[in-house]
């Protein structure tokens, strides 16, 4: 009987031996995340993967940051008190910061780091994990964006966490993606009920990845037979393929569309100082290109003056290029086109020739050779409506800029005591002129607002293009049209005709090419203009006395 206890007690005591090591195996229930990432310097790769589960089960904004610079093999620990640490290259080891903080560390020797090592179990584990976090965050384009990632790689692993994310789902955008992400993968499956429902959830969702999917299961192989064996899966695919292809069409429009009124905008920027020059005094401008070139060029040298703030630069480079082209513009009236009133071939052939000195001026400071000016991150990208329609920032950006231009210039025009007096000079020369009105100041400052307005095109086409000595030559044949369709100094025939052209362009070029698109619209103006000598908006001239 006593060695019956004995034993009893021998198995007990075996128990309480054993307890501690199963503690050490597995982290502690609401440990922190600190103490967790201490558990992914252990050897052992079934230690490290139940750390990563209580880690991605931590409502915390840090662990996917930790989740993903793991998978991507870029986390180490420092050998010395084994803390989690990220690491970048230096010229004597490594540069590390605290993966928590972000704070730096210092640097170290490449010694003294060790990588966390994973295996193909466990980035299986991770890839998991990172997905299901993202599919359950409190944040609607997070989980958004999961569900366009698993869509673009789908995988049989993911399917149990889209299952729960879409039974927590209540947003109608995400709940679809969600959906259409496990229709992507239950494409794969044997049962033909679930394939067909798969195709019945790709429905209405605008996204090239399923069309592309949905295309391949109509073909046929080089046997003959289809690569989807179910009939009723094809003609459900056909269907759906049906109505993607109307949408995709759609949506093609509109953003041929947007493009045309992008392209508009830059003629209108282009035109509208032309428009004054040209229109209301009557020169024929051929240095008007050139009051863009220096616009761009000025954004340039505002940007390498304060390299560390783009957006701020390109906000200062606005007011500075409309002086820079402005002052030229008043230089070359005052200089040259003075002289000239009256005789408009005369200055057609003195501003051609002051582009070309222009030009070499530029070749002479800053090089023949393209500048390009940086995008501030407030342009770059796109705004993703959805997979068919994306409308970069930059071009819709320069959409509103433009058109923020063309009424401050009608304003100005309009309601201002120097706009009054340019009309006054416009209409009646003599009359103003004996009215106290210094018509010659006033043919300045009107030359110098169309070239600073010029110089203004040149800050919003230096987001587009690459700045050049040439940059200028490439619009001025465009802006001459624009003014001339739309009606000599009619600044609402400016902005019709701009769009106008910049829409029909974007439309033609697809069909007919670039060279044969503008072949066409050059012919169209040129027989509207025979039937419409005086533009789509005509508005009464002034002939200037010489």
Not at 122 to 148: C, E, F, N, P, V
Not at 335 to 363: C, D, K, M
Not at 477 to 494: E, P, Q, R
Request: with cysteine; glycine share 8%.
């Amino acid at each position: 009987m006593i060695k019956q206890y004995w034993g009893v007690l021998l198995v007990l005591l075996s128990f309480v031996c054993v307890a501690p090591s199963w503690a050490a195996d597995e982290p502690e229930a609401g440990a922190s995340l600190e103490s967790l990432l201490s558990e992914l310097t252990s050897s052992s790769f079934k230690k490290k993967a139940k750390a990563v589960e209580t880690i991605a089960a931590m409502d915390d904004e840090r662990v996917l940051p930790v989740l993903e610079s793991m998978l991507a093999g870029d986390l180490y620990y420092r050998k010395s008190d084994d803390k989690i640490v990220l690491t970048a290259s230096a010229e004597s080891g490594y540069q590390i910061t605290d993966v928590l903080t972000g704070d730096d560390l210092g640097v170290v020797g490449k010694r003294d780091v060790k990588k966390v090592a994973t295996n193909n179990s466990l980035r299986k584990q991770l890839r998991t994990q990172i997905a299901g976090y993202k599919l359950l965050s409190k944040k609607a384009d997070i989980r958004l964006a999961a569900a366009d990632d698993l869509i673009k790689t789908p995988s049989p692993e993911f399917l149990e966490v889209l299952q729960g994310a879409i039974a927590k789902e209540k947003d109608n955008t995400v709940l679809k993606a969600l959906k259409v992400a496990r229709a992507v993968i239950l494409l794969q499956s044997e049962s033909e009920v679930d394939r067909i429902q798969a195709v019945k959830d790709m429905d209405g969702f605008a996204n090239k990845h399923t069309m592309a999917m949905l295309t391949a299961l109509v073909q046929q192989n080089e046997d003959g037979s289809y690569v989807e064996p179910s009939q009723l899966v094809r003609e459900e695919a056909i269907s759906v393929l049906k109505g993607l292809n109307a949408m995709e069409t759609w949506y093609k429009f509109v953003e041929d569309l947007f493009f045309g009124f992008s392209l508009g905008s830059v003629l209108l920027l282009a035109a509208v100082g032309l428009a004054i020059t040209f229109g209301v005094m009557g020169v024929i401008n051929m240095a008007h290109g050139e009051m863009i070139m220096l616009g761009a060029y000025t954004t340039y040298v505002i940007q390498l003056i304060m390299p560390n703030q783009i957006g701020a630069s390109l906000i200062v480079a606005v007011p500075a290029a409309f002086l820079v082209s402005g002052l030229m513009g008043v230089i070359i009236e005052r200089t040259v086109i003075r002289h000239l009133y009256g005789r408009p071939l005369e200055t057609l052939l003195a501003t051609f020739g002051i582009s070309l000195i222009l030009q070499q001026l530029v070749r002479s400071v800053f090089s023949p050779l393209n500048r390009s000016v940086i995008t501030p991150d407030w342009m770059s990208g796109s705004w993703e409506i959805n997979g068919f329609l994306s409308l970069t920032y930059n071009r819709l950006y320069i959409i509103i800029f433009a058109l923020m231009v063309l009424f401050g210039l009608m304003l100005l025009l309009k309601k201002s005591f120097f706009g009054l007096q340019m009309r006054a000079v416009t209409q009646n020369r003599s009359m103003a002129s004996s009215m106290g009105i210094r018509t010659g100041w006033v043919d300045a400052m009107t030359f110098g607002l169309g070239s600073g307005i010029a110089g203004i095109a040149g800050v919003a086409l230096s987001q587009l293009t690459n700045v050049g000595p040439n940059l200028g030559q490439s619009y001025i044949i465009d802006s001459f049209l624009v003014v001339v369709f739309g009606g000599v100094g009619n600044l609402w025939g400016t902005f019709v005709a701009a769009m106008g052209l910049g829409i029909a362009n974007k439309f033609v070029e697809p069909m007919a090419g670039a060279v044969l698109a503008k072949i066409l619209i050059l012919v169209f103006i040129i027989l509207f203009i025979q039937r419409r000598p005086r533009g789509l908006f005509a508005l009464k001239g002034r002939f200037v006395e010489g």
